[in-house]
């Protein structure tokens, strides 16, 4: 091939590589299956190789590029990198926002002699964003090339880590479009997906190397690499924020549009990031993104909020090393440092021994926590926390707050480690951990009133059999009044009735009469659910799915072998094991005999390969709530047509189904021209599917 005709078509492979970047990253939305995304890649890379002086430092072959260096330069930042002042309750946003109004009143009072003040100021229009927990970097482009990425050091100077930085796929080497700008500086955060440090994490426990104690410390610690193919190999995501210099561009005079106009040369921005005016719209932004804080793609710390007009930005300025124009609206904080006053050990319906450190009280992730999981004994033994321990706890969300690590040089000299028991603390049968496997068991298997009470509470559950009302204190007292001991105990009147019921401890006539109602009410159920409700060993929700969806029957599965029962979708030779067992002791079938002659009942499946999936492929997404139905249940139907349900919509999704009050999905879906229909058309949709 002639030099110039490969010249021709390696800038034809860099340009569309660029292009199916952006597609890719920026908008969600890529054109080209991976298989020919990878054909172009080698192809440019086989090119480069055999005409070597074509090779440039912007190709998309290069982000990998040159060896280890030596140690960081210095970078002095031509505009400081500054930090954010905090707030942490409405009423101190409701002060910031008054200061700015009051202080731009002030401003444009003087300027135009025209006497505004804080009432004639009109209200401040805002630019949120989430307050992403990574590492602030600053990217400098000249001539639409990547000259040098910074990390903010003390906001004066920095370190030079742009070889680093090189290796992150969502920093573009080179800008799109055929004018850049002759010198352009992007600010953001780079961060590591939840999903890619629980991947990197356990990577290295299995290679017994030292693991990262949260996303930001990962990724952190993979911009500080000086090999940079070890950078390379972490999944690292660059958000942008601000553009801080532009020479050769027109910006927008608003913060909002000027991260929407970025986003055209090619750099990735928020999928959160929303507009709108005054405390009221800010504090709805953050009570939302407060309440989808754990099911968001990486690790936030609360909400950053900025005065969207550029131009009052600058009347605005700075104070000390903060901006006036912006805040942090910090959620509370979901680590703290407390003492191990005891540890416990607590049985679950299967026996296992749960180790359980009871604290001295601490407020963290917005509640006081007293108790905190250590997971089972292995953990013990990893953390060697003992009694009277300093240790630092985690909580978020609704997550069951738990110990995450020691501070052994607080450690009391009278403090022992903890010993497993050897008889299980609540019934005294043997305790037994099988070898290479870190959960201990009690022997006790229903003689056991601990796993008699877990596994009536699980039958319960709401995601389960779903009996309203039946709460944990009350199924603790019908044990241990030995009026139950199996689920069927449940439907049998003779045993279970208004007048057994009535000396339960804060039970009334009313409470009794709602409480035989609801349990009547929970006979009707799926297959799906009836199985997870039965607290089978490994068998949860999609498993449960999984089986009910390709046996049909509840009679297939109990007849199947472990052969059969591995030809399941996601079931393996454990769980098939665990599923094979249970239906093998005569005592399950007896209470699953029980329970249909006491009328808990359910519609059977067309199994595998005899029902038509006519929502396969698509994905769906439900917001809001539901009159009709609960969304668990519009979940359960969606998945029995063949969807998928997602928690977040994208390009990708076929369709949001949008119940009341539905959120910010519904405005995602607007935006990105997803399919919506309401409460109604859905129904109408599953009825023409027969349910």
């Not at 192809?43 to 040159?66: A, H, M, N, Y």
């Not at 189904?657 to 129904?683: H, T, Y």
Request: aromatic letters at 6%; one cysteine or more.
């Amino acid at each position: 091939m002639p030099k110039a005709e490969a010249a021709r078509e390696i800038e034809a492979l860099r340009s569309s590589i660029r292009y199916h970047n952006y597609r890719y990253y920026v908008l969600d939305d890529p054109e080209l299956p991976d298989g020919e995304y990878d054909r172009l890649l080698n192809r440019l890379r086989d090119l480069e190789t055999r005409f070597p002086d074509l090779l440039t430092t912007d190709s998309p072959t290069q982000r990998v590029g040159g060896e280890a260096i030596a140690g960081f330069s210095t970078v002095q930042h031509e505009v400081p990198m500054l930090s954010l002042d905090n707030v942490f309750s409405a009423g101190e946003f409701a002060d910031f926002d008054r200061r700015a109004r009051e202080r731009l009143g002030d401003l444009l009072g003087r300027a135009q002699a025209t006497g505004h003040d804080l009432f004639s100021l009109p209200q401040m229009t805002y630019c949120c964003e989430p307050k992403l927990d990574g590492l602030a970097i600053s990217l400098l482009y000249e001539n639409g090339l990547l000259r040098r990425a910074a990390t903010r050091g003390d906001g004066v100077t920095g370190e030079d880590i742009t070889h680093n930085v090189r290796t992150i796929a969502t920093v573009p080497l080179r800008l799109l479009g055929d004018n850049p700008p002759a010198l352009l500086e992007v600010r953001g955060e780079v961060v590591m997906p939840k999903a890619g440090f629980l991947k990197l994490n356990a990577g290295a426990a299995a290679r017994g190397e030292k693991t990262f104690a949260n996303p930001r410390n990962a990724a952190a610690g993979s911009l500080r690499q000086l090999d940079p193919k070890i950078a390379a190999q972490r999944p690292l995501e660059f958000y942008a924020y601000s553009v801080v210099q532009a020479e050769g561009l027109s910006l927008p005079a608003s913060q909002f549009e000027t991260l929407q106009k970025i986003t055209g040369l090619g750099f990735c921005i928020s999928r959160e990031i929303r507009r709108g005016d005054g405390p009221e719209f800010v504090q709805s932004f953050y009570d939302d993104v407060q309440s989808r804080r754990d099911s968001l793609p990486y690790e936030i710390d609360g909400v950053v909020i900025k005065v969207d007009s550029v131009r009052w930005q600058q009347e605005l300025g700075f104070v000390s090393r903060a901006p006036r124009w912006a805040t942090a609206y910090k959620f509370p904080a979901q680590e703290a440092i407390t003492t191990v006053q005891a540890i416990e050990f607590q049985v679950g319906r299967t026996g296992a021994l749960t180790p359980v450190a009871r604290l001295a009280p601490v407020f963290v992730g917005g509640v006081t926590v007293s108790n905190a999981t250590l997971h089972n004994f292995d953990e013990i033994e990893r953390m060697d926390v003992r009694v009277g321990d300093s240790v630092v706890i985690y909580r978020a969300g609704d997550v069951i707050p738990k110990v995450v690590r020691v501070l052994p040089e607080l450690r009391p000299a009278h403090a022992a480690a903890v010993v497993l028991p050897q008889q299980c603390p609540v019934c005294g049968s043997d305790v037994e951990r099988p070898e290479n496997e870190a959960i201990a068991r009690c022997s006790g298997g229903l003689f056991c009133p601990a796993q008699q009470k877990e596994a009536l509470k699980h039958f319960v559950s709401r995601r389960a059999l779903d009996v309203d009302g039946l709460g944990d204190k009350w199924i603790e007292q019908l044990v241990d009044l030995a009026l139950i001991k199996t689920s069927a105990d449940l439907y049998d009147r003779a045993r279970l009735n208004k007048e057994t019921l009535l000396p339960l401890e804060r039970m009334a006539e009313k409470s009794a009469d709602n409480l035989i109602v609801a349990i009547d009410a929970s006979k009707a159920t799926t297959l799906p659910r009836f199985l997870f409700a039965l607290g089978i060993r490994d068998v949860g929700e999609a498993t449960a799915l999984a089986l009910a969806r390709h046996f049909g029957r509840l009679d297939a599965i109990i007849a199947a072998d472990e052969a059969a029962l591995m030809q399941v979708p996601d079931v393996g030779p454990v769980v098939a094991e665990s599923i094979a067992t249970f239906f093998r002791q005569a005592h399950n079938l007896e209470v699953i005999t029980r329970l249909r002659e006491l009328g808990v009942s359910w519609p059977d499946l067309a199994a595998e390969g005899e029902r038509a999936q006519p929502f396969a492929g698509q994905t769906w997404v439900l917001t809001g709530s539901l009159t009709s139905m609960s969304r668990d249940q519009a979940r359960e139907k969606l998945l029995q047509l063949g969807a998928k349900v997602s928690g977040s919509v994208s390009k990708k999704t076929h369709c949001v189904v949008a119940g009341e009050a539905a959120g910010s999905k519904l405005a995602d879906a607007e935006k990105l021209g997803v399919r919506v229909i309401d409460e109604a058309a859905f129904q109408q949709l599953l009825s023409g599917h027969g349910l």
